[in-house]
């Protein structure tokens, strides 16, 4: 079968390193400096006026850690397997509230479908655990993965009493976090000066 025009320019970047070298170090760069920007650890100037950012300083770090990312080929590959499967996750989530979306009275979406109370919760807890999922399957030692050692060591090791303990403390912990946790909603009542009047009575 023939390739098409768009196959072969995919196919020419590729061969360029426009996927290996030049989107990873984009990608790092961009957020990096973002990060600097928005904390300010590298300290502010004043321009005029105001109080903003030293972004020569901001985007010289960020250049510098975007190249040392790319010089590791380990770092890169986790990278771009990371966003892959995080795409997946995204695209999975937006199916399901899509499907979720068809069963909700139209006079009500008029500001759009969002999830809330406890089912954002729960669906906030999926997504992390899926990206934590993600990371360890994309972060590899000795040629394995992060997710595959856990996996081996759990299987080699789950009769025994170190790891059936530390499931059981992770199961009672998150018992406890369950039973005790507030409501989020409720406020602690603040003497006011009525009450303060009829203490004094």
């Known amino acids: 079968m023939a390739e098409g025009p ?17 989107l990873p ?10 990060i600097l920007e928005k ?4 300290g502010t100037e004043m321009v005029g006026s105001e109080e903003l ?33 995080m795409v997946l996750l995204l695209a999975l989530m937006i199916s399901i509230l899509m499907l979720l979306g068809s069963f909700e009275d139209p006079s009500k979406m008029k500001k759009g479908f969002f999830l809330k109370g406890k089912t954002k919760g729960w669906f906030i807890g999926l997504m992390i655990f899926g990206m934590s999922i993600i990371f360890f399957d994309s972060m590899t030692f000795d040629g394995n993965t992060w997710l595959e050692i856990a996996f081996g060591f759990l299987a080699e090791y789950w009769d025994n009493s ?14 406890i976090l369950w039973v005790t946790k507030g409501d989020g909603d409720s406020k602690a009542s603040t003497p006011t000066a009525e009450d303060d009047d009829a203490d004094g009575r």
């Open 53 to 85: 950012p030293r972004r020569n300083l901001n985007s010289m770090a960020a250049f510098v850690i975007g190249f040392l990312v790319i010089a590791s080929s380990t770092l890169v590959a986790s990278i771009s397997a990371i966003m892959a499967k």
């Open 162 to 175: 170190f790891v059936g303990t530390i499931v059981l403390l992770g199961i009672i912990g998150g018992f």
């Open 25 to 34: 170090f984009l990608l790092v760069f961009t957020i990096v400096f973002a």
């Open 39 to 42: 904390t300010k650890v590298l």
């Open 6 to 22: 768009f196959v072969g320019a995919v196919l020419f970047l590729d061969k360029l390193g426009v996927y290996d070298v030049v």
